[in-house]
């Protein structure tokens, strides 16, 4: 065996490192040092994802596995910016790990975490389909336990089975889909698959299709397979919500972009188009219709979030560099922006335990920075500018105008539509924080763990430069347009 | 990139709000507000003379002052800067209203908050005017929207949450039609095989945009910034956001960025197709000639001053636009005189309401009567503003809105006789019709709230302006007059803008009578 191919498998590697690092550090050191077991895992994990940006970007295409395994410059990029997303959840969640609640499960919490992108790794890097489902299984099933962590909360554990129920069921209907693939293909390699399907699609392909795209829309809870996604929200602890609403919803978009280019290129126009199409309007949509009725910010999030799915599919119907490079951009700043929200939300939630959108009436008053800190972050989601909201939301409606079709006109229009919808539920937000300031304020003025502002900063130094300081979108659109799209 | 003197009209607000982020106390943070607004009105004026001053030695460029630094490079994404006499006209009348509205807001509460957000909003305005590139032209436009709702929502007055939202709603819808109607003109601006570009100039140069698409993009746009100038039936925001805001983001929103929406129109959607102009003119020359009688009489019937104030200016926008859509040289012209006028009277007009407001409490006009004998100076300023307003000449509502009829009955009797038929005529006759219902409402407020005997007593113990309201109506009051009795120079320094190159397109399709 030639073991030189594992060198292509970089960043895997070098996360499985950091989760063994942290798995010993956990289990074998004295009692006293594992207060410090939060900190040792941001600070290995800080390491290792600056050690990313460092070498893994100029690396060029590597598959290994007998094409098991692809990586490029570009899927080292979206892994890196997963890795900046789950490098801010470690930083915010250092409190809530450490409450007397949690302490004694904390290690088990990183562990899994970094499990979980693991398995994002391989669904985005996969070029066949069992890998893909190793790494989708594995991406979901811990993030389960993750759900569940609140031991002594109800709606945890109920979140936890709602999660781990749904997505039983999208993997079977995923692979339902995979086996009338299998049929009609004879192979699971994404080449192979691509060569196979003929370009006149059968009426099994589309039921295949439909299965695969279903399974998918589990994992991004698209509309109709987002009925989980609230409870969800609700139920678990806000830093586990957050890690869902971010990271695992960017890596499935990204690895259903690879999935769609690299094994169903041939039949998009025929099959894919108009179910995105579909699915894509209605997700903005109900989105968010259901995002203006919600109380509770974490409902509200998660509705926002669904919405917000809607938008990074219209990077992928795009099809062409623009569109991949508007789509990681995107996930890039809606990891920023969203969990600047998060950051605030959960903040809140461990010091006085409040989530109701009326109990920040008035915030402005009592906590201007924090109150600021959602602020922009509203703005920047509803696509303010001169915040990265903006810049990514023009861009994503570059690329997949770039495309050029009517239909695609009148698609982006109901989405142009829909931003003024989500941007009367954003303002809602800030207008309870600075305008509904006449009965004083519920939370008293605090302040912050260490961990959590630094998080907070982190976030919104993001959304301030990430749209104005142009290399960020530059650099990934030379590197698509350089590469292809894989 | 600092040799370039307009940059310094994006950077001057910004040096504005860092000096408001470190400013301790509300001295500070009115020396900020002042100076900066100072600086800028130095700087506008600078730049006319100097302008002027080119233009007189031969310089027949398009655009002066042109500077192009590269943001998104593989987009083709500029931040190009560049103006003409129209957009110095409307820089010098931005930083104008922007003065004089620091003094209107002399006495706010949480003045650091609300000058932050004013200053943010004003950086958009000056961004978008300097801006030829329509991206970031747009990126401004946007950032000069946002800063309104909190603006209404935590300074204005009576049912603000609602004004503020629907203002804030209304204004981002027309942005995203605005957005799709920007996204494929880049799409379509340049011919096959060369780089597409944002650029307005290179794209009016290009003139690559097919006729069918400017059939469609054309509306877009067009509505997209007609949203921001009152065009009707998008115009319901501007009375409920214009009563609700505090005076000076009144002074600023009406004084300025409905301006926006007129040169926004006047810049893209005109400018770069022509062809689409000339064709759809009818359908929104019916909708603006609606605006501008309907705004008027609505004026008429309205009791509270800033939704009497704020229907005059839906006609007197509409009247902007109505003018653009002539596609004429006198009109048009007429069109960016009307912009200037009308900014700066409605800003006078929106100072006094609130400097009245803030003595009386109310600004029903049954409740007030004889405020002459009261307040004698914001009264004559008063009655100013509304001479103004109704055209009476000498000063600047007279210049504009001749020229603007003028124009409009040229460009109709020649579609007329030309065969084109006589729907500009008829809209010009019906828009004429204005002049007499603006002297209707505006002397009825006049006769009702200046004139007469006082109607409550608490009143007689109001004390007359202050020196800051001094200042600022009297700035606002000469530069009303200075329009009003130098038009030609006014004129002149637009007209550099209408060359033959600028009417290249238009001049195509339609006759011009020079």
Known sequence: MDYSQFLAMKQEIGLLIVFLLVFLYDTFMPKKALNGTSVFTCVVFAIYTALCFCCCMTDTWATTFSGMYATSPAIAAIKNILNVGALIVLIQSCKWANSDEQVVRRGEFYELLLATLFGMYLMISARHFLLFVIGLESASLPLAAMVAFNKNRYESHEASIKYLLTAVFSSAVFMMGLSFVYALAGSLYYTDIYCAISTQPSAMLVLALAFVLAGMGFKLSLVPFHLWTADVYQGAPTVVTSYLSVISKGSAAFALLVMMVQAFGLVYSQVWEWMLYALIILTITVGNLFAMRQRNMKRFLAFSSVSQAGYIMLGIIAMNATGMASLMYYILVYVFSNLAAFGVISAIENNCGKVDMDDYNGLYRTNPRLSVAMMLAMFSLAGIPPFAGFFSKFFIFTGAIQQGSTAIYVLVLIALINTIISLYYYLLVVKAMFINTENGCVIAPFKSACSERLGLWISVAGILLLGIVSCFYNSLLELCQTYGIF | MFSNILIYFVLIPLLMLAGLGISRNVKQIRAVAVVGSTALIALSVYLLVDYLGQRAAGNEAEMLYTGSWSWFTPLNINLSVGVDGISIAMLILSSFILFTGSFASWKIDQPKEFFLWLILLSTGVYGFFISIDIFTMFMFYEVALIPMYLLIGVWGSGKKNYSAMKLTLMLMGGSAFLM?????????????????????????????????????????????????????????????????APTAVSMLHAGVLMKLGGYGCFRVSMYLMPEAANDLAWIFLILTGISVVYGAFSACVQTDLKYINAYSSVSHCGLVLFAILMINTTAMTGAIMQMLSHGLMTALFFALIGMIYGRTHTRDIHEMGGMMQILPYLSVCYVIAGFASLGLPGLSGFVAEMTIFVGSFEQGMIDYLGGAGSLRLVFTIIACCSIVITAVYILRVVGKLLLGPVHDDHHRQLTDATWWERLSTATLIICVAAIGCFPNFFEQLIRFTFNPEFFRALAANVPVLN
């Not at chain 2, 780089?195 to 794209?203: K, Q, V, Y």
């Not at chain 2, 746009?221 to 100038?229: P, Q, S, W």
Request: net charge negative; hydrophobic share 45%.
């Open chain 2, 180 to 244: 799709l109607g920007l996204i494929g003109i880049y799409y379509h601006s340049a011919p096959a095989g060369q780089p597409l570009t944002w650029n307005l100039l290179e794209i009016a140069h290009n003139n690559a945009i097919s006729t069918g698409w400017q059939h469609f993009l054309f509306p877009m746009t067009f509505v997209g910034f007609g949203v921001l100038g009152a065009m009707f039936p998008f115009h319901t925001w501007s009375p409920d956001g214009h009563a609700s």
